[in-house]
């Protein structure tokens, strides 16, 4: 790449998932994220209980990134050929482990009732 | 137990943490020159990458130049693809959009093939007998596939026989998976082939090598199936290091290489192909040519490229070099004929060593803009090309190596000390499988 700038990035993005498809991610990203603060705000605590099960929740969402990017790039544990590969498996999993617990902490606050 | 009463998020912080992204978005968006006001007349021949990416950049940068494109093909083809489709990877449909897709409003689209160039008297000519003056004129026709140098071979064989050959398009591309799909499966003896000639992505030849011995590796299995690699140059790839690596790997694999061997005919009826073998006599140091018959399941055929006829015919191609394939004589650093200052050459077509790929085009596009830009100003441009080029070699389904150069044979990797440019990584095959094509097709649009 001669400049990897954020503007190169997005459109780089929008190109990959199409541009509706990548701003609605964008958004349910954006909002998800929000509601997240938003219950974070609205009750002024960390339910842990609500957080035992986020963090339940975490490897699940992990090992279904890792799963989905082998899926769509018809690759597999098989294909990992260095140390930077790990590096992104990791991210992967990281990423959908941290999105799967803010989406479970904060699907619970929305939706249960408030004995958390 | 633990609660997490200090964590106290406030509505402020939330806001605050807003404002700063917004703050470092608007920093982080480049800023652009002010358009420059010309009349200039710039004609394009070829809609394909660089043509296009070109238009894109142009129509950004000029106001109220006249910019004109000529191309026949109502289809684009985004041609990175066309090993994956080889290989069973991507359909056919992968590799294709439409011309008027990618084409900004203001510039105009003339659907018809350039029939001749005239430097002297700086026109352009269309099969139709439509005549372009230009004051500008940028050359990017692409190249052509000269199929009909391989007696025994023509491309509707290609798909059944055991015969295929990707570089032809996506529909060929397909039926090369359909014979190689076969090969697979069924095991044998397949023959990988290149030119003599400078080629469009060198790598191609060996992912295709790569490709189908993995698939072969997963599908009848060890011990029922052999991969040849025949090519008339004398190392596997044109950079040595890189050539050494392949080798290595070949090795590993058990694909089998001939070196100096040029493919002359086919006998499909007998599946059997013919080289021309080039040794050098150990005594007299001369060059002793025979005659090497090899019999395949599955051949892979590379046919000879050259430039388009209305580029050789034009007396634009360099005079003293590639004779036989008429690439068009220009700065390697600029892209600029060195005999017609307001012609610039781009893509397959230009006649520089390396780089007829479209990460070439990439890195190619703004320089020769750059120049352009300039002469319109009146003033010199800066921008050089330094022949880089990349190509995602992909070694098995699921890794590649993102191997990148210049015209000097160094290794210019994009990051050093992250992605290591000669090992099979998963990474390398996830930019080329998921963020290529994207790239790409932001370079297209003048984005990238």
Known sequence: MKELTLQTLIAVFEEMFGRGLFWALVAVAVVVTGLYLYVLIRDRALSMRKFLWAQLSMPVGAVAAVVFVQKITSSGFRDIGGPIDVVVVLGIATLGAIGMAILVYTAQSLFRSKHG | ?448
């Open chain 2, 1 to 448: 137990m633990l609660t997490y009463e200090d964590i106290r998020p406030s509505r402020r912080g939330l806001l605050g943490l807003a404002a700063a992204g917004l703050a470092a978005a608007t920093l982080t968006a480049p800023a652009r020159a002010a358009k420059v006001a010309t009349k200039a007349r710039i004609v394009i021949i070829g809609a394909g990458a660089a043509g296009t990416a070109m238009a894109n950049r142009l129509i950004d940068r000029l106001d109220g130049a006249e910019i004109t494109l000529v191309d026949a093909r109502a289809e684009h083809l985004y041609q990175p693809g066309l090993s994956l489709v080889a290989a069973g990877l991507k359909p056919a449909s992968y590799t294709l959009s439409k011309t008027t897709d990618w084409l900004p409003s203001g510039v105009r689209l003339v659907s018809e093939k350039a029939a001749a160039i005239d430097p002297v008297a700086k026109s352009v000519t269309t099969e139709g007998g439509t005549r372009l003056d230009y004051d500008f004129l940028i050359v990017a026709p692409g190249l052509v596939l000269d199929h009909g140098a391989i007696p025994g071979f023509s491309l509707d064989m290609v798909g059944s026989n055991g015969i295929g050959a990707l570089y032809a398009g996506p529909e060929y591309a397909a039926k090369t998976w359909d014979a190689a799909r076969k090969f697979t499966e069924e095991g044998g003896v397949a023959v990988m082939t290149r030119p003599t000639t400078e080629m469009k992505c060198a790598g191609a030849p060996l992912k295709h090598a790569f490709l189908v011995e993995d698939i072969a590796s997963r599908g009848v299995g060890a011990g029922k199936y052999e991969v040849h690699y025949a090519a008339p140059q004398g190392a596997l790839f044109g950079v040595p290091i890189v050539a050494e690596k392949v080798r290595m790997l070949f090795g590993q694999r058990g694909i089998k290489t001939h070196m100096n061997h040029k493919l002359l005919s086919i006998e499909p009826g007998q599946k059997r192909a013919t080289f021309e073998k080039t040794e050098i006599d150990s005594v007299t140091k001369t060059e002793v040519k025979s005659t090497v018959e090899i019999p395949y399941d599955y051949l892979h055929v590379i046919p000879p490229q050259r430039a388009p006829d209305v580029v050789r015919q034009s007396g634009l191609s360099w005079a003293d070099k590639w004779t036989d394939q008429g690439w068009v004589e220009c700065d390697q650093k600029t892209l600029r004929h060195l005999r017609y200052p307001e012609i610039f050459a781009l893509g397959d077509v230009a006649g520089v060593p390396k780089g007829k790929t479209a990460a070439s085009v990439k890195w190619q596009v703004p320089v020769v803009e750059d120049h352009l830009i300039a002469a319109i100003e009146g003033r010199e441009g800066v921008e050089t090309y330094d022949g880089y080029t990349s190509c995602p070699l992909i070694t098995r389904v699921g890794r590649a190596m993102l191997v990148e150069f210049d015209y000097n044979n160094n290794l210019v990797p994009s990051f050093p000390g992250v992605i290591a440019p000669l090992e099979e990584l998963w990474i390398s095959w996830l930019m080329k499988e998921v963020a290529l094509k994207a790239t790409y097709n932001a370079m297209l649009r003048g984005k990238a």
